[in-house]
Each structure stands twice: as C-alpha cells, then as structure tokens.
C-alpha cells in the first residue's frame, strides 16, 4: 500500500479534461513538502511532468497543470490526447519514512 | 544530452547477490544527487536509495537496507548499487535516477531517469 494514494484509473474522452488525485497525509504533502508528478509510457522510464507542485519542465506542454492543497494533490489535463494515455505517478518526501515516496500510480485511459 | 544507462540486472538465485551500474553522460556527474528507483512488474514506483554528490550522505528505504549499498566513481561517471541477499521481492526493474541539486534535498524531484535494468530473483 502506497503512502500517497492515487485513484487506480481515470478515463476521458479526447479534448475533455480530466483530473487525477494525490491524497497524503501529516508526514510528507501536509508537511508542505513539495508534489511532483511523472508520466510513464508502456515500457519506458518515467518523465518527470509537473515539479514543485505546479511548475512544468521545458517542453511539457500547458495542458498540464498541478496543484495542491493542505494533505491533497492534483494533476490536470485538458484537452485530453490519445497519446496522453499512460501511468501517472505523484511523489513526495515522507519525514516519519525518512525517504522519498511515490503514489501508487494511476491509469489513464483516452476513450 | 543528459543520458543515463543501467546495466547488471539479470536472473539471481534467492540470497544471491547482484552489481547494477548506471553510466552518466551530458551533465557534470559529480555536482549532481543521484537515486536508485525500482518497479517490480506491474507495480508503482519504489525509491530505494539516495547518495550524495561527495557520497558522504546515503540513504536506503527499509525494505532494502542493511542489504543494497549504494556507491558512485566520479572519475567513471557511474553510480553503483550492490545487492546481496536478494528475495523474490527484490524482482523489478531498476533505474537510475538524477535528482536535481537546488534546494531542500526533501524538496526536489527526479529530473532525468535511465532506461532501467530488469532484475528477477527466482530459483
């Protein structure tokens, strides 16, 4: 069981927005450690999306966007793309672990 | 371009023991934090272990420590993690991973991950 927690799959249809959950607790995103959200394409490595809790690296496009809230986190999508269909992964610091910690990942599926 | 490869996974006997290496390239190595992520098949993302940039400041997650260690060569460019007393728990496949080096370390993220390497533990 993941420290963060992620709905385990999310769908929408193509140009719709969709959102996906990162819900922590006292010791890491309540902490007001930072959120930081990964896209995985099958059989790739994981690319960081979304650092900082709302900041995007270069080249991620606008339709992404992060935010955060008290124990809770969320990454938006909108105008949603076939090619956007892959994990996503929100990760964090826990300080009663003493480590870094990841979500359990959700699926994201484009109808 | 920053480039990491992994290589060393393999299949291992239970309580056998394995050497990963991750060659860095693209980016000056040793002024950068680096990690080990793992994700067994099917499964989420594992951070496993953290080394600093003058490898003085380490840190494991408890499933694998007093067993994994983690090294770097700055000479080499590479980052090792050796692994003894492997389970079954321990198949997944194993990346390197670059963390950035501004801020609070509880604070940052990965910027850049490897490709990985699959290690199965099976008899």
């Known amino acids: 069981q993941s420290v963060l927690t992620q709905p385990p799959s999310v769908s929408g249809a193509p140009g719709q927005r969709v959102t996906i959950s990162c819900t922590g607790s006292?010791?890491?995103?309540?902490?007001?450690?930072?959120i930081h959200w990964y896209r995985q394409l099958p059989g790739t490595a994981p690319k960081l999306l979304i650092y900082?809790?709302?900041n995007r690296p270069s080249g991620v496009a606008d339709r992404f966007s992060g935010s955060k809230s008290g124990t809770s986190a969320s990454l938006a999508i909108t105008g949603l793309q076939a090619e956007d269909e892959a994990d996503y992964y929100c990760?964090?610091?826990?300080?009663?672990?003493?480590?870094?910690?990841f979500g359990g990942g959700t699926k994201l599926t484009v109808l | 371009e920053v480039q990491l490869v992994e290589s060393g996974g393999g299949l291992v006997q239970p309580g056998g023991s394995l050497r990963l290496s991750c060659v860095a390239s693209g980016f000056p190595f040793s002024t950068y934090v680096m990690n080990w992520v793992r994700q067994a098949p099917g499964k989420g993302l594992e951070w496993v272990s953290y080394?600093?940039?003058?490898?003085?400041?380490?840190y494991y997650a408890d499933s694998v420590k007093g067993r994994f260690t983690i090294s770097r060569d700055s000479a080499k460019n590479s980052l090792i993690l050796q692994m003894n007393s492997l389970t079954d728990e321990d198949t997944a496949v194993y990346y390197c991973?670059?963390?950035?080096?501004?801020?609070?370390?509880?604070?940052?993220?990965?910027?850049?991950w490897g490709q990985g390497t699959l290690v199965t533990v099976s008899p």
């Open positions: 990760q964090s610091y826990d300080t009663s672990l003493g480590g870094w910690v």
């Open positions: 080394i600093s940039t003058s490898g003085d400041t380490i």
């Open positions: 991973a670059r963390m950035v080096s501004v801020g609070p370390i509880s604070k940052r993220q990965f910027d850049y």
């Open positions: 900082g809790n709302t």
């Open positions: 006292s010791s890491n995103i309540g902490a007001g450690y930072d």
